[in-house]
């Protein structure tokens, strides 16, 4: 225990260093290390201090919940929403030490989200997804020690602040059920702990909800919730969809085409749900549910990564890969992620036309994306528990 302490302020220290070197870079370059949302963040939380309305801020999206968080940054200083955000990141690690039951992994796995680059950058840069990823991985630790009711109500809060994690709502409801080794068929009908996690859940999100709604009106239910459901982004993102948004941007989606985006990842986040939806099973499925969600996504950018690889640490004890496999395939995913990157700068920042190059890519990124899913599926453990690592 004492180490995991002494690691989690290593790792505070860290991130404290990369916010102070981004307030230097932000002044000596034209390309910003602070995320362009952070800066919409702060112009929220100006405006709830000014009393008048988040969403007075022009392209704020989000719940009310984080101007609030960020009133600070107008009244001490504008790194303290990057500060939070960092410590929220330590937070995560130490839900990760919760999860494993193996005490000798599970601060092996704690320290692979610890002293994660991706994290680091991610939260330091201003980006608020490490709260969502705190809040799914408090949601599975509460699940795991069957406190049913306050699981219900964090992840109504992971849904109100972001709301991928409604995906997750059918294998935790699938996890409580109790079954019989006489009657393995999967049920529906809801036991007293599935009554619980719905009520909780759907009782806390409808006051969250019915309160902002009261304060903010119908901008507040649009901005932070219908928005997000018919949204099309036409700027150049990680998305294989991203071209055909792109050229199709000028008239309305077809029914032909939400279905091309959407039918793909809805079945598998069905299929997913119903294989891996037991409390054994429970983490793995998030994991590959939420991998699911950023690979088929409309719209992809390098915090959405955020929402699986938090949950890749508290996975490794069930996923038979070595580490020159694991290495691979982190090899594999970060070259399509940096070849993405060349014409994808050329396009931002030179004005070349290289519309095509960054799509071809994001089809090679995509590729990679499935590749590494199959294979952390194909080793997840459970499916042959006698099986060695795969070399």
Request: hydrophobic share 50%; glycine share 4%.
């Amino acid at each position: 225990m004492v180490d995991i302490v002494r690691h989690c302020v290593y790792g505070v220290l860290v991130r404290l260093v990369v916010i102070i070197y981004g307030t230097f870079h932000d002044k000596m370059s034209a390309v910003q290390y602070t995320d362009v949302d952070y800066r919409v963040f702060t112009d929220a939380a100006r405006h709830i201090l000014e009393g008048n309305s988040p969403y007075d801020r022009h392209t704020y999206r989000y719940t009310p919940l984080l101007a609030y968080v960020l009133v600070p940054n107008i009244l001490l200083h504008t790194v303290w929403g990057k500060v939070f955000f960092s410590l929220v990141d330590v937070l995560v690690a130490l839900l990760t030490l919760s999860l494993v039951n193996d005490s000798t992994l599970s601060v092996k796995c704690a320290l692979a989200w610890l002293y994660n680059p991706l994290a680091i950058v991610i939260a330091t840069r201003g980006n608020a997804d490490s709260i969502s990823a705190a809040l799914v991985l408090a949601t599975l630790v509460l699940l795991q020690k069957n406190k049913v009711v306050l699981a219900g109500v964090v992840h109504a809060l992971a849904i109100h602040v972001r709301l991928y994690p409604l995906a997750f709502s059918l294998p935790m409801y699938l996890s409580l059920q109790t079954s019989s080794k006489a009657k393995k068929k999967t049920s529906l009908i809801p036991n007293r702990d599935q009554i619980c996690l719905v009520s909780s859940c759907v009782g806390f999100l409808a006051f969250v909800t019915g309160v902002f709604y009261w304060l903010y009106g119908y901008e507040f239910l649009y901005e932070s919730l219908l928005y997000h459901l018919g949204r099309r982004d036409i700027r150049h993102n990680f998305s294989v969809y991203f071209y055909m948004l792109y050229l199709n941007s000028h008239t309305p989606d077809s029914i032909l085409q939400k279905v091309v985006m959407f039918a793909p990842q809805a079945l598998l986040l069905l299929a997913l749900s119903f294989v891996y939806g037991s409390k054994r099973h429970l983490l793995f499925c998030v994991l590959t549910q939420a991998y699911v969600m950023v690979t088929y996504n409309p719209v992809m950018t390098s915090q959405y990564f955020i929402w699986f690889i938090s949950l890749i640490p508290p996975s490794f004890p069930n996923i038979n890969l070595s580490t020159s496999r694991w290495v691979a395939l982190g090899a594999l995913w970060g070259s399509a992620q940096l070849a993405w990157l060349l014409p994808a700068y050329w396009l931002e920042f030179r004005g070349r036309d290289t519309f095509i190059f960054v799509w071809l890519q994001g089809v090679a990124f995509f590729s990679a994306n499935v590749a590494v899913l199959a294979q952390l599926i194909r080793a997840y453990k459970y499916h042959e528990r006698e099986n060695k690592k795969i070399e």
